[in-house]
């Protein structure tokens, strides 16, 4: 493979934390003393009692199957929120910690470490009036405001296990992530503001509850003060309860193992699977990864542009740079409004240093051509980040020469709900870039490529990519169900934790993601099961049956591509393809919208029932013309059906 080589310049060799030589000798440590080096590393935190055991972690593996535990530091007493906060106040109390930038360019304001503990504080004497202590569960459905941290910052410091859901998710959705940790806490706001336009987060809080119950309180933040149904003994505003509240509140001394947070994430089957991260070896994990993936400095301004209901947002807008001690931008809009230079005009306005997104967001802008881009300066950027799915080599060029004028390096940052943190990804002063490469693990980071049957791949290869030891930001289980934990990431590779990702390594060494084998398609970075948006479809009274696959999309990576079979009867029309886009974004969320419905009178199964989604994928990606084996179909001629009115044609 003769990629381009993009290598390390002597400026960035030189001002960076790591340079080459550097890495190679931290890395070589890491992996080969691991014990060694995180017990040096762990002290990047504060710890009420230090710990004197580091590493704890099985995979199981043939021997033992069942005993997958994972322990860090297991003997630390800590606290997340003391560690983004509290220790930061005798030194830079006055420095800002977040810049909003709010949906319309004329709102903004910054947050200092101080003005960020009052606020986090009063919050969570409102949370602890409410009945919320350690170990309890606070669902958090919030719109990309300064509230949304601190929402989840006052629980760090109570002790209490949040669950952020992303704020476009359906009600729904949103009753399921609810019911799925057992919260009786809600905190939201009165509306969203995305775009120019409102999101009904209370009134969403409202259809959840109605149809699972359960909860006990709901704490609203007037964002858009737009009038919205209060339940007396159930609701609160922020504003009236953190009157009634002082600024004075303890962090909870915590355990290393004790939980962080909840995040539910979609797999290959069944419902999202609520993902827990805990609080040592996690936070130890987010933090490192921020200073030395994006080289941060003091005094650096740092911005990632998710959003806090992903994990994106949890790690690099939250806890990470908090941990550090850093100032982080959190933006409320969307990359095109007011218009397609709103991204390079916050970097402006805010003189951003260090600049963190997607390559849907990429995509799209770059679809709107260099003018927008170029009339801005950019001229504090440093530094670029891209995360989410593989980064194609041409989107990778226009981010460097067009966005950094040729002049920032780009770190393309591979990783997963599940990893908590970065895992493969070039070091700016030290790892040279090939666009569309994630490069090089990080520190303690074992991947492997292994074939279909495990075997671990040497050299060049392409395969499955294994994690082979643990790491400190790993996932400990899936709430309530360490069996489905042990089943999902620990049985296809007996003794490794699988990723879901195919991969391929060159023989630098570099990794190359190949995106997901398993039922899980990318949708503008957003992971969405097949299965999940299948039982959407066929939940509408007039839907038999439903296959979901995805397919090359030019902006979203991947695009979301229905078979529905019909009732029988019903007959197939526009107002009804319409009619099923409605009903899945109402079921789920607009990020689940199909993008190509095909009617399909049969689906092509194997004579034992099974969908065979191997076909289906070629026809939705329009290469009917390599379907591979077919003898094994029950029906062939459904197969001749379904090309003939394929939806996507070159
Ligand atoms: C999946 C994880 C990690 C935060 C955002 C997504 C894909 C993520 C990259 C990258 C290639 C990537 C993988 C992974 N992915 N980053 N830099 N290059 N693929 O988190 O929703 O848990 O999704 O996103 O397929 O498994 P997530």
Redesign the pocket.
């Known amino acids: 493979m003769d990629a381009k080589l993009y290598p390390v310049s002597q400026d960035w060799a030189r001002r960076a934390h790591v340079d080459e030589a550097k890495y190679q000798l931290m890395y070589e440590r890491s992996v080969k003393d691991p014990e060694g080096f995180w017990f040096e590393h762990g002290n990047r935190i504060d710890w009420f009692t230090t710990y004197s055991q580091v590493k704890n972690t099985s995979f199981g593996g043939p021997g033992s199957p069942g005993e997958v535990s994972i322990r860090w530091f297991e003997d630390g007493v800590t606290n997340v929120a003391y560690n983004c906060i509290d220790r930061h106040l005798a030194t830079r109390g006055d420095q800002v910690a977040i810049i909003w930038e709010g949906d319309d360019p004329s709102e903004s304001k910054s947050i200092t470490y101080r003005e960020l503990h009052d606020e986090v504080a009063r919050m969570a004497n409102v949370l602890r009036n409410r009945g919320v202590g350690k170990g309890d569960t606070v669902t958090i459905y919030m719109p990309m405001i300064p509230e949304a941290a601190y929402a989840m910052l006052a629980c760090a410091r109570l002790g209490a296990i949040h669950s952020v859901v992303f704020g476009g998710f359906s009600p729904d959705s949103l009753a399921d992530r609810i019911s799925g940790c057992g919260s009786k806490m809600i905190i939201t706001a009165d509306e969203g503001l995305r775009g120019g336009r409102t999101v009904p987060l209370k009134a969403n809080v409202d259809a959840a509850i109605a149809k699972i119950g359960g909860v006990d309180h709901v704490v609203v933040v007037r964002r858009t003060g737009s009038p919205v149904e209060m339940e007396p003994a159930r609701d609160v505003y922020l504003h009236d309860a953190a009157e009634q509240v002082t600024t004075e509140c303890p962090c909870e001394k915590m355990n290393a193992e004790d939980p962080l947070f909840i995040l539910f994430?979609?797999g290959s089957t069944g419902k999202p699977k609520g993902?827990l991260h805990t609080t040592g070896g996690y936070l130890v994990h987010a933090s490192m990864t921020h200073e030395y993936v994006f080289d941060y400095h003091d005094g650096d301004v740092y911005w990632c542009t998710?959003d806090v209901g992903?994990?994106?947002g949890h790690s690099y807008i939250v806890y990470g740079p908090l941990a550090n001690g850093a100032t982080t931008l959190m933006f409320e809009g969307v990359p095109t409004y007011p218009s397609v230079s709103r991204f390079w005009e916050v970097v402006d306005k805010h003189q951003v240093n260090i600049f963190y997104t997607?390559?849907t967001a990429i995509r799209a802008l770059m679809g709107a051509g260099e003018e927008a881009v170029k009339k801005t300066s950019r001229r504090s950027l440093r530094l670029l980040g891209?995360?989410?799915?593989?980064?194609n080599p041409e989107a990778w060029e226009w981010y460097h020469r067009v966005v950094g004028d040729g002049r920032c390096p780009i770190v393309?940052?591979?990783?997963?709900?599940?990893?908590g943190g970065?895992m493969?990804?070039p070091l700016p002063g030290a790892i040279a870039q090939k666009p569309g490469s994630?490069t090089r693990p990080f520190f303690g980071v074992v991947p492997q490529v292994v074939d279909a049957e495990g075997k671990v791949l040497e050299g060049a290869c392409e395969g499955n990519l294994v994690i082979a030891e643990s790491w400190p930001g790993q996932m400990r289980t899936v709430f309530g169900d360490h069996q489905r934990f042990i089943e999902t990431y620990f049985s296809a590779y007996p003794g490794k934790y699988f990723?879901?990702?195919g991969c391929r390594r060159d023989e630098d060494g570099y990794y190359w993601?190949t995106?997901?084998v398993d039922d899980?398609i990318?949708v503008s970075?957003?992971?969405m099961g097949t299965a999940e948006v299948e039982s959407a479809l066929v939940a509408h009274p007039k839907v038999s049956e439903a296959a979901v696959v995805g397919y090359p999309h030019d902006i979203k990576g991947q695009g979301i591509y229905a078979y529905v079979t019909l009732m029988s009867g019903e007959v197939f029309t526009d107002d009804l393809r319409k009619e099923l886009v409605t009903w899945v974004r109402k079921e789920i969320g607009p990020i689940a919208s199909p993008d190509l419905i095909q009617f399909a009178p049969g689906l092509p199964k194997t004579r034992s029932g099974k969908i065979m989604r191997r076909i289906l994928r070629k026809i939705a990606e329009d290469e009917f013309g390599s379907l591979g084996d077919t003898s094994t179909l029950a029906e062939p001629a459904v197969v001749d059906d379904l090309i003939a009115n394929r939806q996507n044609r070159a």
């Open positions: 994430t979609s993902v998710a992903w994990v994106t997607a390559p891209s995360v989410g799915e593989p980064i393309d940052t591979w990783w997963q709900t599940e990893t970065i493969i990804t994630a990723t879901g990702d993601i995106g997901r899980v990318n970075g957003h992971r």
